[in-house]
Nanobody, 119 residues
């Protein structure tokens, strides 16, 4: 089992910044991919940013140039620095870790943290 503990959400004005953190712990020592997704009311959950253990990153077009994902592999922690926030960034943000071991494939989600951007 894997536990994901997210922190850093909150309320911020448009143009402001927030930094999300997600610490993973449990039976898996390192994670192939760690990333962030978000879900706004009435919308499907979507990828925000993802980073592999090897350093490959992927971003949603809507956040490129404003958000930066990073990870500390020694701490099994992934971060999302969000700058120049817009009201349309308002959503519940979920941490996700995924990958494969020698014996199984895994996919775990955090409980979510609310990000609200006021105009």
């Amino acid at each position: 089992q894997v536990q994901l503990v997210e922190s850093g959400g909150g309320l911020v004005q448009a143009g402001g910044s927030l930094r999300l953190s997600c610490a993973a712990s449990g039976s898996i020592r390192s994670f192939n991919a760690m990333g962030w997704y978000r879900q706004a009311p009435g919308k499907q959950r979507e990828l925000v940013a993802d980073k592999t253990k090897g350093g490959d990153t992927a971003y949603a077009d809507s956040v490129k140039g404003r958000f930066t994902i990073s990870r500390d592999n020694a701490k099994n922690t992934v971060y999302l620095q969000m700058n120049s926030l817009k009201p349309e960034d308002t959503a519940v943000y979920y941490c996700r870790v995924s990958g494969t071991t020698t014996t199984f494939t895994y996919n775990y989600w955090g409980q979510g943290t609310q990000v609200t951007v006021s105009s």
